[in-house]
């Protein structure tokens, strides 16, 4: 089953019958850091922080992305943690006249279930740009901070 789909449908049934949140990407300070980000292969990972509101869950997934475009890819947890997190990621269409000028965008989204309300579960969703380096430069290590956060109770 596609990631995008798995998501979409996980929304839909929530919402259906529940309230739907959404809380303002400031009002937490919550980073994920990339590493090894080569050509849209990277590692993600995302430190707990169980007193924020709301709690967050800690992380760490492979993802390899398809082509610009292309929908959500999930990303292979790589962590011992012991919650049901998902992580999803794809790369956003660039401009095709960008002569290699304009960087890549990856969009990622990490959704789990509340920490402390089982009834409830959270999407987490961040951007971040970075050229493309395969072959051309070492690896790159950069943060994304999550600028969507949606909850369905």
Known sequence: ????????ALAGACSASAAVMRISA?????????????AGYFNITGAANYTSRPPTPAFK???AGDGEGSP??????VDKEK???IVVAKLLPR???????????????????????????W????HASSF???????????????????GVA
């Open 72 to 77: 959500y890819r999930l990303c292979r947890r």
């Open 26 to 38: 400031d009002t937490l300070e919550y980073n994920w850091a990339v590493t090894g980000w080569s």
């Open 1 to 8: 089953m596609r990631a995008d789909f798995l998501l979409t």
């Open 83 to 85: 919650t049901d997190a």
């Open 123 to 126: 999407n987490f969703t961040g």
């Open 61 to 63: 997934a492979y993802c």
């Open 95 to 121: 401009p095709t006249y960008n002569n290699g000028t304009v960087p890549a965008t990856i969009q990622v989204s990490l959704r789990y279930t509340d920490l402390y309300t089982p009834t409830t579960w």
């Open 132 to 150: 493309y380096n395969q072959f051309v430069a070492p690896l790159q290590n950069f943060t994304i901070t999550p600028d969507e956060i949606t």
